[in-house]
Every structure is written in C-alpha cells, then in structure tokens.
C-alpha cells in the first residue's frame, strides 16, 4: 500500500461547471477525512467518514458539496455548479481508529482552479 | 471552538543553523494532541511531531523538538542542524480525540526557507 492517492492532482474548470476528485486511502483504514486548503492558509475540514457513513459534516461544505463512500473504501467529493470562490486544494486522509491520533495519513491533494 | 495562532507567515535559517517557529493555540478542552506538519512543494502534509496534552516531557524526534507550555497554550517547534530539505510550509495543528472522528485544527502556516 502506497499511501492515500488522490486523483486527479490538477483540475481546471468553468465556472458552473459540475467536478468531482477520489481520494483512495490506506486499504486497512476505516476512517477518511476531507479538507480544504485556499492559498496562503491551512487546511479546514469539510467532512468526516467512518466505513460508508459520513457522520460529521462542516458549515463550509454547502448544499453543492455532497461527498460520498458508498462501499467503505473509496470516496468521492463532488461540486456542483463551481464559483471562482471554490479554487483550492482539496486533501484526503485516511485513519485507524486503533491508531488514536497517530495513524493520520494525509494524500497530495486535488487542485482545483475554477476559470 | 478550537483555534490555532501562527504568528510568523515566513522564516529563514541558515544551513546547519537552529530556527524556532511559534504557535499559540486556544481551547476549553483538557485531552488533546498538537502536531506539527510539514508540507513541502510536493504538497503532501507530513507528520513531524506530537505531543500529547496529558505528557508534561516535551516530544523530541531526531532534529525537531517542541517546546509544549500548556498553561501559556504555546506549542513552539525547534528545528536544529536545519537542512535544505526542511524547506517547505509548517502548519501547527490541534486535535481533540472524539468517539466520531479526530477532526483537526490547523493554523496558517510558517514558510520556512533553509538557505545554503
């Protein structure tokens, strides 16, 4: 196992355009997490899942951010209708609950560039 | 709510010298981790150092080393012998420890340079 793999590494859309990025974790991790990075500040959590459940969501993930990991293994974070607003880097990690707080392995991220 | 403090948008050192970057953090919550990561141009964030809020002794990992003042909520991370590959972005960042997830807190990072 590589690590969380992140795809694709680079995005350029229209905007009003719908886009949706996959984030593969560490095979034997049964949580995953989504955050978002806009330039020049630290990454800020959007979403939380444990197996197939998302069982916490932030204010910043608004009715046009919908994410999803329907078999428990890989998920996707899709955005509808894009505004210039939503340009950042989006980063995947994944978790080991028997891991506590030391098994957080973050992916490379998708960069997205709305135009 | 959680937040994080990153007072020095950019540092430099010189090679093999010592740099100190800060971080301040605020919370009403007695158990929980402070982590520094390390993102360099490659873009993964990666894990240089925790410190658990329950330890007293101050977390030390080869040249990186915190210096963890609980009462001030200061997290300071040392960097010694520093090396060109320590140039990237550094993000302080505090966790608490849930039944549903460990959601992080991160402040806004320090851009460190390591110059020849």
């Known amino acids: 196992d590589t690590g969380v793999s992140q795809n694709p590494r680079h995005k350029i859309t229209k905007r009003g355009q719908n886009v949706t990025f996959r984030c593969d974790p560490i095979?034997?991790?049964?949580?995953l997490y989504w955050y978002r990075q806009t330039l020049g500040q630290g990454p800020e959590f959007l979403t939380y899942f444990q197996n197939e459940a998302q069982l916490e969501k932030s204010r910043l993930l608004s009715d046009r951010f919908s994410a999803e990991r329907p078999k428990g293994s890989f998920s996707t974070l899709e955005i509808q209708r894009t505004e210039q607003g939503d340009s950042a880097m989006y980063l995947c990690?994944?978790?080991?609950?028997?891991?506590?707080?030391?098994?957080?392995?973050f992916g490379s991220g998708t960069r997205l560039t709305v135009v | 709510a959680q937040t994080v403090t990153q007072s020095q948008p950019e540092m430099s050192v010189q090679e093999a010298e010592t740099v100190t970057l800060s971080c301040t953090y605020d919370t009403s919550e007695n158990n929980y981790y402070l982590f520094w990561y390390k993102q360099p141009p490659s873009r993964q964030m990666i894990l240089v150092i925790r410190?658990?809020?329950?330890?007293?002794q101050n977390a030390t990992e080869n040249r990186f080393s915190v210096n963890f003042q609980k009462a001030a909520k200061s997290f300071s991370l040392k960097i010694s012998d520093s090396q060109l590959g320590d140039t990237a972005m550094y993000f302080c960042?505090?966790?608490?420890?849930?039944?549903?997830?460990?959601?992080?807190?991160f402040g806004t990072g320090t851009s460190l340079t390591v110059i020849p």
């Open positions: 990690a994944s978790s080991n609950p028997g891991q506590g707080a030391h098994g957080y392995t």
């Open positions: 095979s034997e991790h049964n949580r």
């Open positions: 410190q658990e809020a329950y330890k007293q």
């Open positions: 960042a505090f966790m608490k420890p849930t039944h549903t997830g460990n959601q992080f807190y």
